[in-house]
């Protein structure tokens, strides 16, 4: 089968397409005919084994040991090992796996759920981590409700997407932060009210939020709770800044001691992936309440350019390989 390898960790230059063996389902996973594949930011920490902090995690000191690229994936069961129950060959699923930039792959059974009926392979691919991780910010951290002021930050990234409409999902007013290109995507998720960074400072309007959704950002926690209400919620999602060992996530790992001392909770959101939250999913897509926003589709061969795409940060919503 073909798939996206690397043997060290660099830029996207050293991923190559090549032949491998087709994988073999163990216990308690499924073999998935690979459809389609998200592209989100930790493929790209993956890739270049940046920040360190990532290769302490046990993905791999000198280089990658999954040397496979990609993880959110979309695909049609193929055949299941011992022990799996849930699912069937034929079955169409999406969910997280090692190794989705590939014709395809084993998953853990726990990891999938069935495709929404109403989403084609390259939209359900573009929701699994983006949209879950958005999910557990709003539902679980952010314990969004009906009638809270809620500011999404990064709103027209792929997590911020989909946060903006969780939140409406869920009952909130919400306003969306993003760039000039990203303004009219944001708009037509549903967001209430978009400020377009590049123009206004959200900071310093004097508007305060029941609950702030930093996805992805790098703007220091001081500057995030001065919109924040005196008993709101800043939710931390991800960081893109800072330097090589921890890469930014040193805002999410000091959120909760600032909390200490003050009424506001902040927190580091560390999202988990399970079937339960893909399937609470994608009652909301098929009921309409949320879609995937997809940019771009590459094919497999393009992946690297994919990645450089996502990494550039002009991406409005997510991309997509097509298998």
């Known amino acids: 089968m073909k798939a996206i390898v690397q043997d060290v960790y660099g830029n996207s230059n050293v991923l190559e397409l090549r032949d491998i063996p087709r994988p073999v389902p163990g216990d308690g996973e499924v073999l998935i005919r690979i459809r389609a594949a998200g592209v989100d930011q930790g493929v790209w920490h993956l890739m270049t084994g940046l920040p360190y902090l990532v290769r302490l995690f046990g993905f791999g000191l000198k280089k990658p ?24 060959a034929g079955d169409e699923v999406f969910g997280t796996c090692d190794g989705s930039f590939a014709e395809y792959v084993c998953a853990k059974e726990g990891r999938l759920a069935r495709k929404p009926a109403n989403l084609t392979f390259e939209e359900a691919a573009a929701a699994p981590i983006s949209a ?13 409700t009906q009638g809270q002021n809620v500011l999404v930050i990064g709103a027209g990234g ?15 007013a919400v306003t969306g932060v993003c760039s000039t290109a990203k303004v009219e995507l944001v708009r037509s998720l549903g967001a209430d009210h978009v400020i377009d960074y590049t123009r206004d400072d959200f900071a310093g309007t004097g508007v305060l939020y029941d609950v702030i959704l930093d996805t992805a950002g790098n703007r220091p926690l001081s500057v995030l709770r001065q919109a924040l209400a005196p008993r709101g919620t800043l939710v931390i999602v991800g960081g893109e800044a800072g330097g090589k060992l921890t890469g930014g996530f040193e805002r999410a790992l000091g959120a909760p001691l600032a909390s200490l001392f003050s009424g506001q909770k902040l927190k580091g959101l560390v999202s988990t992936e399970n079937h339960r939250d893909l399937e609470a999913l994608a009652s909301l897509i098929e ?13 497999l ?3 690297p350019a994919a990645i450089d ?5 002009r ?4 991309v997509v390989v097509k298998i």
């Not at 879950?132 to 969004?144: E, F, K, N, P, S």
């Not at 795409?309 to 940060?313: K, Q, S, V």
């Open 65 to 88: 040991k999954v040397p496979v690229r990609g993880r959110e994936v979309a695909g049609v069961v193929e055949a299941v090992g011992a022990g799996v129950t849930r699912l069937q």
């Open 132 to 144: 879950v991780t958005a999910l557990q910010a709003v539902r679980d951290a952010g314990q969004v």
């Open 158 to 172: 792929g997590v911020g997407s989909f946060a903006v409409q969780l939140g409406k999902a869920f009952g909130a």
């Open 287 to 299: 009921a309409g309440s949320v879609k995937p926003a997809i940019d771009k589709v590459y094919p």
């Open 301 to 303: 061969a393009e992946a």
């Open 309 to 313: 795409y996502l990494h550039e940060g």
């Open 315 to 318: 991406v409005r919503g997510k």
